[in-house]
Structure formats: structure tokens, C-alpha cells
T-cell receptor, first 115, second 115 residues
Framework: GAVVSQHPSWVICKSGTSVKIECRSLDFQATTMFWYRQFPKQSLMLMATSNEGSKATYEQGVEKDKFLINHASLTLSTLTVTSAHPEDSSFYIC???????????FGSGTRLTVV | AQKVTQAQTEISVVEKEDVTLDCVYETRDTTYYLFWYKQPPSGELVFLIRRNSFDEQNEISGRYSWNFQKSTSSFNFTITASQVVDSAVYFCALSEDQAGTALIFGKGTTLSVSS
């Protein structure tokens, strides 16, 4: 079945540094990638939607200059949290939509802790 | 606008009890998809079921069953003879039948099954 590999699984970084999270579709072409954030004991909130080769569309309240999304190929999308602060600590998870068949494949998530 | 409501925040049962998780959705589309996901403590999302809006047949998969009723905009999930391994957060989600649309999640129901 379709697999999305997300790395790293967890990361601890110092306040003010940047962190890059990668999501790679292993056996299908991810024409659309969705990025979600989940705070403890809360639901998954959509941050942005990116289509291959296009600029990402951000949800209201999500800072596009802080959360940089790149979707340069059909198999790779990245989310970079720039100048991270403790309030950015969260669980980030990507979801890829396959062009050829209906469905959403989720990565395993990245737990970010900013200290 | 789309919306998914999971009114039950937390449910606690004892092993072998049956439990039903409620999901009510709102959408203006005539074509849409409903999903259930399980999120164990590890964080990754486990896909359970997808149902399109034209298929109101109930589904049974082992101890799991789903009841989809368009008349009440509900898509409830029942676990029969619950087990400790069923303990997790369960999310109901909705998507429109359009390319590039994201899944919208309910707030989730935390199920605790004790032995």
C-alpha cells in the first residue's frame, strides 16, 4: 500500500533555531500534501496545503514566513519551522493525496520540542 | 462549511463491553467522504474506514462496525467486546469530493479500556 515516510520522528531544538521536517511518498506520486499540527490532547489542525510545483496555501492564523513549505517534487515535501520558539512545540504530521487514486496517506508524525 | 463533531471527549469501559463512538458531520456537498482513524499513544494515525456519501450500507470488520445515516448526518463507530488494545484516541473526519481538499477532523474521542 501507499507509504509516506516522515522524518525525523522526534526532534529537540533550541529556541531561535530552525527545524526541517521531511515527508516522502515511497511508492506513489503525491500531487497534494497537507500539513497538520496537533497540540497535546487536541485534534489535528490543518496548517497548509501544497501542490507540487506551487506555493502552499496556508490556513488562517498560520504564519507562512514561520512555517516554510516546499513541495518541489511529486515525492517530497518539507516543512521548515523557522526561528522556533517553545510555543511551536507540537506534533506535526503530513498527509499525501495520490493523484491516481482517492485516499490520504499519513506520515508517522514528528514530535517537536523547542527548549 | 464543513464540520465534524465528536461530542464524547472521553469514554471509559471495561474489557468485553461494547462501546459506540459518535460522529456528526456538516457539509453542503452532496458528494463527500467520511473516515475513522485510530491514534494510539505513538501518535501515528491508523486508517480504519472510508465511506462515500452514496453508500449508506453499514459495515462490519471483525469487532468493528460502522453505522452511516445520512438522515441524521451521523457516522457512528461501534467496537464490540472491547479490548485493552483498543485504548486510543479515535478521530472521525470528512472530506469533500474535490481534488486537493484536506481532511477535516473532529476533536477526537479518547477511549480507555481497562482490564
Amino acid at each position: 500500500g501507499a507509504v509516506v515516510s516522515q522524518h525525523p520522528s522526534w526532534v529537540i531544538c533550541k529556541s531561535g533555531t530552525s527545524v526541517k521536517i521531511e515527508c516522502r511518498s515511497l511508492d506513489f506520486q503525491a500531487t497534494t500534501m497537507f500539513w497538520y499540527r496537533q497540540f497535546p490532547k487536541q485534534s489535528l489542525m490543518l496548517m497548509a496545503t501544497s501542490n507540487e510545483g506551487s506555493k502552499a496555501t496556508y490556513e488562517q492564523g498560520v504564519e507562512k514566513d514561520k512555517f516554510l513549505i516546499n513541495h518541489a517534487s511529486l515525492t517530497l515535501s518539507t516543512l521548515t519551522v523557522t526561528s522556533a520558539h517553545p510555543e511551536d512545540s507540537s506534533f506535526y504530521i503530513c498527509s499525501a493525496r495520490d493523484r491516481d487514486r482517492y485516499g490520504y496517506t499519513f506520515g508517522s508524525g514528528t514530535r517537536l520540542t523547542v527548549v | 462549511a464543513q464540520k465534524v463533531t465528536q461530542a464524547q471527549t472521553e469514554i471509559s469501559v471495561v474489557e468485553k463491553e461494547d462501546v459506540t463512538l459518535d460522529c456528526v458531520y456538516e457539509t453542503r456537498d452532496t458528494t463527500y467522504y467520511l473516515f475513522w482513524y485510530k491514534q494510539p499513544p505513538s501518535g501515528e494515525l491508523v486508517f480504519l474506514i472510508r465511506r462515500n456519501s452514496f453508500d449508506e450500507q453499514n459495515e462490519i470488520s471483525g469487532r468493528y462496525s460502522w453505522n452511516f445515516q445520512k438522515s441524521t448526518s451521523s457516522f457512528n463507530f461501534t467496537i464490540t467486546a472491547s479490548q485493552v488494545v483498543d485504548s486510543a484516541v479515535y478521530f472521525c473526519a470528512l472530506s469533500e469530493d474535490q481534488a486537493g481538499t484536506a481532511l477535516i477532523f473532529g476533536k477526537g474521542t479518547t477511549l480507555s479500556v481497562s482490564s
